[in-house]
């Protein structure tokens, strides 16, 4: 029986052999869901349920009931961090990986083939399409979480009674989550047979720091302020990559007005950054922890300024070599009509030249419009 291609894979004529890397390549997508089915299954089994709830659901928790007559609508539970949080990360790792098929075969393949970009738009194209839907969730995600905590009307509220921070149920799984996108992409450069090592180091890079940093504020209770400076982070670099998109679509020169936006939110949000990690770590927590975690923030945001300026000009760069080899492909294709035309006009004018009798007799489409 032939395996026909499943999600998260262009179609292809030849069938690979069972279990070589093509057929996995191929088949990730469906491969990973029956993995993951298979812990979703051992909820319905008693003797299972236990271990398979280890991976699904969300533990630690420190307070909170179940509905009863006293109190009909129950006690929210507050979590903390534990041990058992990987069980959970290493679950929704493939959750990521199948989400990202999906996004990639019926969202963004079906978009660049009515588009017909060249290979360099096309990458940034993924790449761009793929984290703005991991941005905008993120961004959404944090903004309600710290609407619905009060972290924005009572700034005090995350430096207060530290490092005691339990979470709401909706804060810890958004912590999950950001981790198993991170190392979700580790994956991902095999399954999108990413090969180059000027294409892995910078996505190597980008997953093993995002998921350190989290992993660190997560487990060392600076989860209230992490979750602020991600939800800044993540607007800046939304902003970002859909300008990057829009750029795969526009000309250079109209986003000039667009690059000035970026630049000025990217700025903002390092700066709102720095002060509420001066203010929160500095003055509100305090202590040789906090002032090292305070280092490293500075740091961090001075990496990432340096790394913004410098991916500014290598883009300014390759949008200069990316217009000179379209204007060599207009160029080429000019050059052949302008060789063509002047054979027409020999091939004419020797027929011209030729006895009456001899030359080609008109169509009678053409005698009947004359």
Avoid at 83 to 112: G, N, P, R, W
Avoid at 131 to 139: E, P
Avoid at 238 to 250: A, K, N, P
Avoid at 269 to 279: D, E, H, K, P, Q
Wanted: aromatic share 12%; with cysteine; net charge positive.
């Amino acid at each position: 029986m032939a395996i026909k291609p499943g999600l998260g894979r262009k179609p292809s004529n030849k069938n690979p052999p069972i279990l070589s890397h093509e057929f996995v390549i191929q088949n990730h997508a469906d491969i990973i869901s029956c993995v993951a089915m298979v812990f979703v299954v051992g909820l319905m089994n008693e003797s299972t349920a236990s271990f398979a709830s280890a991976f699904i659901s969300l533990h630690h928790n420190v307070s909170g009931e179940d509905p009863s007559r006293e109190q009909p609508y129950g006690k929210a539970y507050t979590y903390v961090a534990g041990i058992k949080d990987y069980c959970s990360i290493f679950f929704y790792t493939l959750t990521c990986i199948i989400m990202h098929a999906i996004i990639q075969e019926f969202v963004l393949d079906k978009i660049s083939k009515k588009l017909h970009l060249s290979k360099f738009k096309l990458a940034r194209f993924n790449e761009s399409g793929q984290l703005v839907a991991f941005y905008l969730l993120s961004f959404v995600w944090g903004a309600h979480v710290v609407l619905r905590e009060g972290y924005l009307g009572q700034v005090a509220l995350l430096w207060e009674s530290f490092p005691s921070h339990p979470m709401s149920f909706l804060h810890k799984f958004y912590f999950i989550i950001q981790l198993a996108y991170y190392l979700h992409m580790l994956p991902e450069l095999y399954f999108q047979k990413i090969r180059t090592r000027e294409e892995q180091q910078p996505k190597i890079v980008h997953s093993i720091s995002g998921f350190s940093l989290i992993v660190i504020a997560y487990t060392l209770s600076f989860q209230r302020l992490a979750l602020v400076l991600l939800t800044l982070h993540y607007f800046s670099e939304l902003l970002s990559h859909v300008f990057q998109l829009i750029g795969v679509f526009d000309r250079e020169e109209r986003l000039a007005r667009l690059r000035v936006v970026n630049s000025a939110c990217f700025f903002l949000v390092r700066f709102a950054t720095s002060v509420i990690g001066v203010l929160t770590l500095y003055y509100g927590i305090g202590g040789l922890r906090s002032l090292l975690a305070l280092g490293g923030l500075i740091a961090l945001q001075g990496y990432l300024v340096f790394s913004f300026i410098t991916e500014q000009l290598r883009a300014k760069r390759e949008a200069k070599r990316e217009a000179k080899r379209e204007a060599k492909l207009l160029a080429a294709q000019s050059s052949k009509k302008a060789i063509k035309a002047p054979k027409d006009k020999v091939k004419r004018k020797k027929e011209s030249d030729l006895p009456e009798a001899d030359q080609p007799s008109p169509s009678p489409v053409k005698q009947k419009l004359k």
